[in-house]
Nanobody, 122 residues
Framework: QVQLVESGGGSVQAGDSLRLACAAS????????LGWFRQAQGKDREFVAA???????MYAASVQGRFIAAVDNGMDTVFLQMNDLKPGHTALYFC????????????????WGQGTQVTVST
């Protein structure tokens, strides 16, 4: 089982940046790809980005070029750098772990963190 703890959310102004972190632990966490999802109020959870421990990445088209996923193997942590934030990026952001690589559907992820809130105001 994989345990995930997100951090780094907050309230920012449009145009600002935030870096989310997801600390992973557990016996098998390095066998998993870690993904980032977000869920805005009243909307479905949606895929944002994913990264393997070897730093292979994939992104949703809506964040390509604006959000960057990174990994720090020494810290057992993955990051999501979010640049030029807009009010539409306001959501609860989750880190999740999947035993399979290249998955964009939340049902393909087996472990989830508690989420970290990102609020972007004008």
């Amino acid at each position: 089982q994989v345990q995930l703890v997100e951090s780094g959310g907050g309230s920012v102004q449009a145009g600002d940046s935030l870096r989310l972190a997801c600390a992973a632990s557990g016996r098998t966490f390095r066998r998993h790809m870690l993904g980032w999802f977000r869920q805005a109020q009243g909307k479905d959870r949606e895929f944002v980005a994913a990264i393997t421990w070897s730093a292979w990445t994939m992104y949703a088209a809506s964040v390509q070029g604006r959000f960057i996923a990174a990994v720090d193997n020494g810290m057992d942590t993955v990051f999501l750098q979010m640049n030029d934030l807009k009010p539409g990026h306001t959501a609860l952001y989750f880190c999740a772990a999947s035993i399979s690589v290249g998955r964009r559907i939340s049902g393909d992820y087996q472990s989830w963190g508690q989420g970290t809130q990102v609020t972007v105001s004008t």
